[in-house]
C-alpha cells in the first residue's frame, strides 16, 4: 500500500506530459486542481493501511513489518501473522498481496 501512496504523491508532483501540451497551458476550470487533491487524499487514506501477505505455500497470512536484505544480497520481508504476535520472514519470490489489501 505505501507504494501506491507514493506512486499518487509522486503524481501530484510530477510536470506530466499531456496529448495536449502538458503543463504549456493553465487549467482555468479547476480540473487539475480538484485532480491534485484527490491524489493527496488518496494516498493520505492509503498509506497507513497495513499491507497483507499470503504465503501460499503454507497458507501463513501477516502484515508486513519490516523488510530485509541477507548478506547475500536477497531481499524479504518480516510478516506478522494476522491476529497473532507470531512473525516470520519470507523471500520476495513467496509475498503474494492479499486481494482484500490491493
Known amino acids: 500500500m505505501q507504494r501506491l ?3 499518487l504523491r509522486t503524481q501530484v508532483e510530477s510536470d506530466h506530459v499531456r496529448g495536449c501540451q502538458g503543463r504549456q497551458y493553465s ?3 479547476g480540473y487539475d486542481a480538484m485532480t491534485e487533491q484527490l491524489l493527496v487524499s488518496a494516498a493520505d487514506y492509503i498509506a497507513p493501511m497495513p499491507q497483507v501477505y499470503r ?3 503454507d497458507g501463513f497470512e ?3 513489518v519490516g523488510h530485509y536484505t ?3 544480497g536477497k531481499e524479504g ?3 506478522q501473522q494476522v ?3 507470531v512473525v516470520h520472514v519470507y523471500a520476495k519470490q513467496w509475498l503474494i498481496p492479499c486481494l482484500s489489501e490491493e
Open 77 to 79: 520481508a518480516v510478516l
Open 70 to 72: 541477507t548478506h547475500e
Open 83 to 85: 491476529g497473532t504476535r
Open 62 to 64: 501477516g502484515v508486513l
Open 5 to 7: 501512496a507514493d506512486k
Open 55 to 57: 504465503i501460499e505455500r
Open 27 to 29: 487549467c482555468t476550470c
